[in-house]
């Protein structure tokens, strides 16, 4: 199994940009689909992006598509989503998850490690 932690959160102004990383424990990292989801307050957590085991597929919400890009070095065990031209809507608590199977799921139901979550902000 894997245990994701994320870093890389923070305040940024609209326009700006950040980079998450998620860095995973145990040794078969290059096997799970890695997945970002975000919650904001009051708001159920919504699928953000997703990457195959190999890096060689993913998969964008429709409104984070263009802006922000999903990667991973198997080599150090870590996913990043770099974010770019952030919005206030941005804002909210990100987490990392992986999933040990095919496919890309936008449900986090179908995930099966998660992180605690980095906090983005982006004010106006």
């Known amino acids: 199994q894997v245990q994701p932690v994320e870093s890389g959160g923070g305040l940024v102004q609209a326009g700006g940009s950040l980079r998450l990383s998620c860095a995973a424990s145990?040794?078969?990292?290059?096997?799970?689909?890695m997945g970002w989801f975000r919650q904001a307050p009051g708001k159920e957590r919504e699928f953000v992006a997703a990457?195959?085991?190999?890096?060689?597929?993913?998969d964008y919400a429709g409104s984070v598509k263009g802006r922000f890009t999903i990667s991973r070095e198997n080599a150090k065990n870590t996913a990043y989503l770099q974010m770019n031209s952030l919005k206030p809507e941005d804002t909210a608590v990100y987490y990392c998850?992986?999933?040990?199977?095919?496919?890309?799921?936008?449900?986090?139901?179908?995930?099966?490690?998660w992180g605690q979550g980095t906090q983005v902000t982006v004010d106006s």
């Open positions: 145990g040794r078969t990292f290059n096997i799970y689909t």
């Open positions: 990457i195959s085991w190999g890096g060689g597929i993913t």
């Open positions: 998850a992986a999933r040990l199977g095919s496919g890309l799921p936008i449900s986090y139901a179908e995930y099966d490690y």
